[in-house]
């Protein structure tokens, strides 16, 4: 019996592989308001009520494919973050910033699942905020590193924040603890810029304009880090 269910959970395991991998397909070709349940089926051979047994609509399958894009990104990230020595805190920003662009130009269409425009009349469950979290959480984590290695002196180039984003700035320092709500509101400037510049690449705002897209994101992104206040 148990050699029973475990080729029932190893072929059910295949059948929802094959399912994402053909949703992915389909989203670059009909986008995330375009993918269909009943498309994916067709193209597997499978009888369209059959397809319901693995997901029970299309938000269901439209969650899984963003907690793997998410997780893809996360992990990323982590892995470049790994590859540079601790104290070396731009480095490790920069490495962190070039995985994200590097992911979304390998999976354009999974970036825009994330990044893009909301998909009409999809609600994302709390399943997505772990995955979410990851990139976001080794961002701040370089950045509570910094501060605590006596590393992080941010330029005296903007006005303080005002008194009211404090609560907000309280949040987000649960990512980043011990950072002053100065530092926290030119994170937030800098991760915002991060993805404003994959974004414009990806989406083809830059087309016929910047050519040497590379290395405009490296010296946007290193910019970036100085106006954080990492010191070498």
Do not use: K
């Not at 998909?119 to 590193?145: M, Q």
């Amino acid at each position: 019996m148990n050699a029973s269910r475990t080729a029932r959970e190893r072929v059910r395991a295949e059948l929802i592989r094959e399912i994402t991998g053909i949703a992915r397909r389909h989203l670059a070709t009909d986008g995330a308001p375009g993918l269909s349940l009943r498309a994916v089926a067709r193209e597997m051979g499978m009888v369209s009520s059959a397809i319901y047994r693995y997901f029970p609509s299309r938000d269901d399958l439209l969650t899984v494919l963003i907690v793997d894009a998410y997780n893809a990104i996360g992990e990323a990230v982590e892995r470049a973050d790994a590859t540079r020595p601790r104290d070396d805190f731009t480095g490790r920003w920069l490495a962190a910033c070039r995985a994200v662009r590097e992911w979304a130009l390998a999976h354009p269409h999974e970036y825009a699942l994330l990044y893009g425009s909301p998909v009409p009349g999809y609600r994302a469950p709390e399943d997505t905020i772990g995955p979410a979290s990851r990139g976001t959480i080794v961002y701040g984590r370089i950045l509570a590193d910094a501060q605590r290695a006596g590393r992080l002196s941010p330029p005296p180039m903007c006005p303080p924040p005002p008194a009211i984003l404090s609560q907000d700035a309280e949040a987000v320092r649960s990512v980043m603890p011990g950072v002053s709500d100065d530092v926290v509101a030119r994170a937030l400037v800098a991760w915002t810029g991060l993805f404003g510049m994959v974004s414009f690449e990806l989406f083809g705002q830059f087309n016929s304009v910047i050519e040497h897209r590379a290395e405009l994101f490296d010296h946007n992104m290193t910019c970036l880090a100085h106006l954080l206040g990492f010191s070498s």
